[in-house]
Nanobody
Framework: QVQVVESGGGLVQAGGSLRLSCAVS??????????ADWYRQSPGKERELVSV???????NYADFVEGRFTASRDNAKKAVYLQMNDLKEEDTGVYYC???????????????????WGQGILVTVST
């Protein structure tokens, strides 16, 4: 079963940095990563979009993280990352990766589009 495992969250002081990782496991050569989104849900707020990365690595960011966060992808490692710099207290929340890819379906002998959500990881920024 293909799944995504997030890591890298934790507690950091305001102004500090964290790097979130999102690794695909279980798919082996049968899963191809095409792109990924990052979302977050802060306490008392709805889930919001942080970044969107297309298959050509072109990435768009929400205004509130522009210039501070950088998303990247390593296709060979089947992993996506979110480098977060100059963290602010309001960046506190649970961060989710949403990986877009293609999964090989054996009985159809072809790849199908497939999306996977990470389990979420907590980032806490203290002042």
């Amino acid at each position: 079963q293909v799944q995504v495992v997030e890591s890298g969250g934790g507690l950091v002081q305001a102004g500090g940095s964290l790097r979130l990782s999102c690794a695909v496991s279980g798919g082996g050569l049968n899963f191809i990563v095409n792109g990924a989104d990052w979302y977050r849900q802060s306490p008392g707020k709805e889930r919001e979009l942080v970044s969107v990365m297309a298959s050509d690595h072109a990435t768009n960011y929400a205004d509130f993280v522009e210039g501070r966060f950088t998303a990247s992808r390593d296709n060979a490692k089947k992993a996506v990352y979110l480098q977060m710099n100059d963290l602010k207290e309001e960046d506190t929340g649970v961060y989710y990766c949403h990986v877009h890819g293609q999964l090989f379906v054996q009985y159809e002998d072809r790849y199908r589009n497939h999306q996977i959500w990470g389990q979420g990881i907590l980032v806490t920024v203290s002042t």
